[in-house]
């Protein structure tokens, strides 16, 4: 049996400002934005992830306290690229840093507004052998728009 992991709850003090920084700033594509007089709730996705992050006010969301996430992993084929990305979207990131020069050991990281931490990982097989191929994204984006 397959046991995927598909959403990660992430704490923040404002919804909508943790909106525009995903989707806006680091690039993360908005999935829903579902709000009613009960609760308000977001989930964006990385480019070519299987798992996305949930922001939002239902309890199970609010236990955490704001910023109290460390260390949510990314992993993109050229670090140098993404980083430049990222900084040219106003996203304060953190040096370049090669702990091992095999691939996998290269790593920079950023912090959303409340304090979250996030580490992105160079792996350069991602170019060549992404986690979910591309005519699979393809695919499930058709199906979606059905």
């Known amino acids: 049996m397959d046991w995927t992991l598909e959403v990660v709850l992430l704490p923040v003090s404002d919804i909508d400002r943790a909106v525009a920084f995903y989707r806006d700033q680091v690039g993360f594509a908005l999935d829903h934005d579902t709000r009613n007089e009960h609760m308000h709730v977001v989930q964006l996705t990385p480019a070519g992830s299987g798992c996305s992050i949930v922001i939002g006010d239902l309890p ?23 980083r430049e990305e990222l900084v040219s979207r106003g996203v304060e990131c953190g040096e370049i840093t090669v702990f091992d020069e095999r691939d996998g050991g290269t790593f920079f990281g950023f912090a959303d507004p409340d304090g979250n931490t996030w580490a992105v990982q160079q792996i350069k097989a991602r170019a060549v052998h992404p986690l979910i191929p591309v005519e699979a994204r393809q695919r499930f984006g058709a199906e979606q728009e059905s």
């Open 60 to 82: 199970a969301q609010t236990e955490m306290a704001p910023g109290s996430m460390r260390g949510l992993q990314l992993v993109v084929a050229d670090a140098a690229a993404a």
